[in-house]
C-alpha cells in the first residue's frame, strides 16, 4: 500500500496548503478515491500516474494536476521512487473567480476539465519559493495568501500552456516518454534509448513529443533536472555536486541552465529562499 507523509504549510479561511509525499510502494493502479475539495497539485519530487476513468495524465515537475471536488481517482506508480507535491486548495468563490470559464465544466463548483496542464520556469520556481517559505515559517500569512494567488494566477491565465489538439494515443506515448525520463532525470539518455524504452521509431517520437508538449524531449528532461534543483537548492552546500548528481558535465554548466531557465544563478535562488 502507498504511505503518505502530509505536512500542513498554510490553512486560512480562503487557502490550504500542504507537502505531500508519497512511497509509493503500489505500482499498480490504486483503489479509487475521492478529493474532499479541488486541489491544484504541484509535483517537485518523482512521478505517477494518474487515472480518471478511462483517462490517464503522468504527474510530475513539469506539470500541474487538477484534483477535482468528489471526483473518483486512482493512482499508480510505474516509477520507482515515490512522489512529492504542493497541493494547494483554493476556496471555490475564489477559485471560480481566478478561472478562465472554459476550463472549467458548466454548472456548480469549480470543476477543470483536464487533468493537468504544463508549467512554465516562472510559475515551477514560484511553486518552490512558497514551499521553501512556508514549510521554514518565513512568510506571514498575507503574503503568502498573495503569493498563492499570484501563482494560480499565472498557472490559469493568458500566460499558461494552453492544451493541445492531439490525438489520444500521441498523447499516450508522450506520457510514455514522460515516465522514462522521470524514473532517471539524471541519466544522460540518448535518444535511440528512450524510444527503445517506448516502443516507436526515434524520429516518430521527437515529432510526437514536440507536438503534445510544445518543447523537445531534450528540453524537457532538462527542465525535469532544474525542477529538481529548486526541491535541493536550501540544504545544499556544495553546488558542483549537486550539479554532478543532477547530471550536468559541471558547475558552470548547470549555472548556465539554470540561469537560462529561471533568469537567475542558482547561489541567488539559494539566497532568495533563505531571506524569504
Known amino acids: 500500500?502507498?504511505?503518505?507523509?502530509?505536512?500542513?504549510l498554510l490553512q486560512t479561511r480562503s487557502i490550504g496548503v500542504r507537502d505531500v509525499a508519497c512511497n509509493g510502494a503500489c505500482r499498480h493502479r490504486s483503489p479509487s478515491e475521492c478529493a474532499a475539495s479541488t486541489h491544484l497539485v504541484f509535483?517537485?519530487?518523482g512521478a505517477y500516474v494518474r487515472h480518471v476513468g478511462g483517462q490517464e495524465a503522468v504527474a510530475e515537475a513539469n506539470q500541474v494536476v487538477f484534483f477535482n471536488r468528489d471526483q473518483e481517482y486512482a493512482v499508480s506508480h510505474p516509477v520507482g521512487g515515490g512522489d512529492a507535491c504542493l497541493s494547494v486548495s483554493i476556496d471555490d468563490a475564489?477559485?471560480?473567480?481566478?478561472?478562465?470559464?472554459?476550463?472549467?465544466?458548466?454548472?456548480?463548483?469549480?470543476?477543470?476539465?483536464?487533468?493537468?496542464?504544463?508549467?512554465?520556469?516562472?510559475?515551477?520556481?514560484?511553486?518552490?519559493?512558497?514551499?521553501h517559505g512556508l514549510s521554514r515559517g518565513a512568510f506571514e500569512p498575507l503574503r503568502a495568501e498573495t503569493l498563492i494567488l499570484d501563482l494560480v494566477r499565472r498557472v490559469l491565465g493568458d500566460r499558461a500552456s494552453r492544451a493541445r489538439a492531439?490525438?489520444?494515443?500521441?498523447?499516450?506515448?508522450?506520457?510514455?516518454?514522460?515516465?522514462v525520463l522521470a524514473?532517471?532525470?539524471?541519466?544522460?539518455?540518448?535518444?535511440?534509448?528512450?524510444?527503445?524504452?517506448?516502443?516507436?521509431?526515434?524520429?516518430?517520437l521527437t515529432q510526437v513529443f514536440a507536438?503534445?508538449?510544445?518543447?523537445?524531449l531534450y528540453r524537457y528532461q532538462l527542465r525535469l533536472r532544474l525542477a529538481r534543483a529548486l526541491d535541493l537548492l536550501t540544504d545544499c552546500e556544495d553546488l558542483t555536486a549537486l550539479a554532478?548528481?543532477?547530471g550536468f558535465s559541471s558547475h558552470s554548466h548547470f549555472t548556465a541552465a539554470f540561469r537560462g531557465l529561471y533568469g537567475r544563478p542558482p547561489g541567488d535562488f539559494q539566497r532568495t529562499v533563505g531571506h524569504a
Open 1 to 8: 500500500m502507498n504511505e503518505l507523509s502530509v505536512i500542513p
Open 166 to 179: 492531439v490525438s489520444y494515443g500521441r498523447r499516450k506515448l508522450a506520457d510514455r516518454a514522460k515516465l
Open 183 to 204: 524514473s532517471d532525470p539524471a541519466r544522460r539518455w540518448t535518444l535511440a534509448q528512450v524510444a527503445d524504452e517506448v516502443g516507436v521509431s526515434p524520429v516518430y
Open 94 to 131: 475564489l477559485l471560480a473567480e481566478l478561472s478562465p470559464t472554459d476550463q472549467l465544466e458548466d454548472g456548480g463548483p469549480p470543476v477543470f476539465r483536464d487533468q493537468a496542464r504544463a508549467l512554465d520556469p516562472e510559475s515551477q520556481a514560484l511553486a518552490a519559493r512558497l514551499r
Open 211 to 216: 507536438q503534445v508538449e510544445g518543447a523537445p
Open 43 to 45: 509535483p517537485y519530487r
Open 244 to 246: 554532478l548528481d543532477l
